[in-house]
């Protein structure tokens, strides 16, 4: 039996109510907020914690891949796959790839992995998919659009979810695009675009593996079927004859269109709902269509615990403005901060990786003492070279002092609030805050890691690991 072993999602912290965008321009709203990643995420560091969502309990040298989805990449000339790799400490010996340019390239990647699970190649593969994009302002599409990240591991065993068939469709139609000089996504007329583009491609591409397995929509538990909008999406599950209650949201209303993780997004949200037995018929759409017909199994309830889509849901909080959303995706030129243009050096990033991306502090064989960065001479009993390396990212800690930075801070969301996080053991981390309110900042409070981007120095990505309170939602 080969399927999904486990799943996990991540969905920004903050939101934006659409009608405060509408306020902004005069024009109509929709109903409800999109999710808007903060100013120091993208879709690696999305993906980063959908991932580690997906494998909390899971050992993670058992998974021999990791493939990456996203129409916005952070990197137009490098693999972003071998950064989320290195971030979940998985070796090198895992085969990575990127799957991008297409909508539907997070259930591309799905089904490759599926087929190398078949094949043999490989036993477990972790599929991440992760979206950031823009649209033009004062376009629906600005309404439309939001920023979350999903991830599933494919394999062989422990499988709670069986993958029973799979079919795509290949087809050319320019209806959403963007060149390699573009930002905002571009659309073509609305009408047209759902007529022979959404519409036309997922009712074939669910209505052909219906008819293969002998099936209809009565068969199905639950049909999760991505949607642009809920109106195109309300009139196509109706044509393929489900009723309101099999049909799984689109999360519209509370996330918004996010993309590549889009249809991912809403099958871990039938997940966490889903029973032994249920059977799902799953599609996406992006340049042609991919379906799928999957099977609940019992190992359903051993991977209930995740913060999946639900306690992100939960956990959140409203941007106060539409110009600070601007200013989180630099769409205004904000007064320049020379003290914080930050510097970077390949070399150093590479040096450095160890305790940079994957977050490895020292543990000194001999006192057991933990330091982080790593330190080649123990502080406690002054051993040189002779410790271990043990990871620090998923680790809960408390915040041991802080300071509020107004001379630091940058942008239109000041204070940087400096902070000193304490693990076990009497580790001490210094970092910065984020997703969290100065007023909101207490001494002992509890914290988790989160990898975040700090600054494009030497021109290339850097980041590095924050704190921020626990996102369990409610």
Not at 135 to 157: N, R, T, W
Not at 256 to 269: D, I, K
Not at 345 to 355: E, Q
Request: with cysteine; glycine share 8%.
């Amino acid at each position: 039996m080969i399927g999904i072993r486990s799943y996990g999602a991540y969905i920004p912290y903050y939101r934006l109510s659409r009608s405060e965008i509408a306020k902004t321009w005069g024009g109509p709203a929709l109903p409800g907020e999109k999710a808007v990643a903060n100013q120091d995420e993208d879709s690696i560091t999305m993906a980063v914690e959908a991932a580690f969502d997906c494998t909390r309990g899971i050992d993670g040298a058992n998974i021999d891949g990791l493939f990456f989805a996203s129409t916005t990449s952070p990197y137009k000339e490098k693999q972003c796959s071998t950064i989320i790799a290195t971030v979940l400490d998985m070796g090198k010996e895992i085969r990575t790839a990127d799957f991008a340019d297409c909508l539907r390239a997070g259930t591309t990647a799905l089904r490759a992995a599926l087929d190398a699970v078949k094949a043999g190649s490989a036993r477990n593969i972790l599929v991440t998919a992760a979206d950031c994009r823009l649209a033009y302002p004062y376009s629906m599409l600005e309404q439309s659009l939001g920023d979350a990240a999903a991830c599933f591991l494919i394999g062989d065993s422990d499988v709670a979810v069986e993958i029973e068939d799979c079919l795509s469709l290949s087809y050319e139609i320019t209806d959403v695009w963007r060149t390699d000089e573009d930002d905002f996504v571009r659309e073509w007329e609305e009408r047209w675009v759902t007529m022979y583009g959404y519409s036309q491609n997922v009712e074939e591409a669910a209505s052909a593996i219906m008819k293969r397995n002998g099936l209809t929509a009565r068969d199905f538990a639950k049909a999760v079927i991505y949607g642009p909008d809920p109106r195109s999406h309300a009139a196509l599950v109706r044509r393929l004859g489900f009723e309101e209650n099999q049909v799984q949201d689109t999360l519209f209303a509370t996330v918004g269109n996010t993309g590549t993780p889009s249809a991912l997004l809403m099958l871990v949200a039938a997940l966490e709902e889903a029973k032994a037995g249920d059977s799902i018929l799953f599609a996406s759409y992006g340049d042609g269509a991919d379906a799928f017909i999957l099977k609940v199994t019992e190992q359903i309830e051993r991977i209930k615990e995740r913060r999946g889509v639900k306690r992100h849901l939960a956990s959140k909080a409203l941007l106060s403005s539409y110009g600070k959303y601007l200013s989180f995706r630099n769409l205004v030129q904000l007064p320049p901060q020379a003290s914080l243009r930050g510097t970077g050096s390949a070399t150093i990033m590479w040096r450095t990786k160890n305790w940079v991306l994957s977050c490895h502090a020292s543990k000194c064989r001999k006192c057991g003492l933990i330091t982080y960065p790593i330190q080649r001479v123990c502080y406690g009993c002054q051993a040189k070279d002779d410790y271990d390396e043990i990871s620090l990212s998923r680790e809960k800690g408390t915040l041991f002092t802080f300071s509020l930075d107004n001379l630091a801070s940058a942008g239109i969301n000041p204070p940087i609030i400096q902070s000193v996080v304490r693990f076990q053991g009497a580790t001490q981390f210094y970092c910065m805050m984020t997703d969290c309110e100065p007023n909101e900042v207490r001494v002992d409070m509890p914290v988790e890691m989160t990898l975040r981007r700090l600054h494009e120095g030497a021109n290339f990505h850097n980041y590095f690991w924050k704190c921020r309170p626990p996102r369990e939602g409610g």
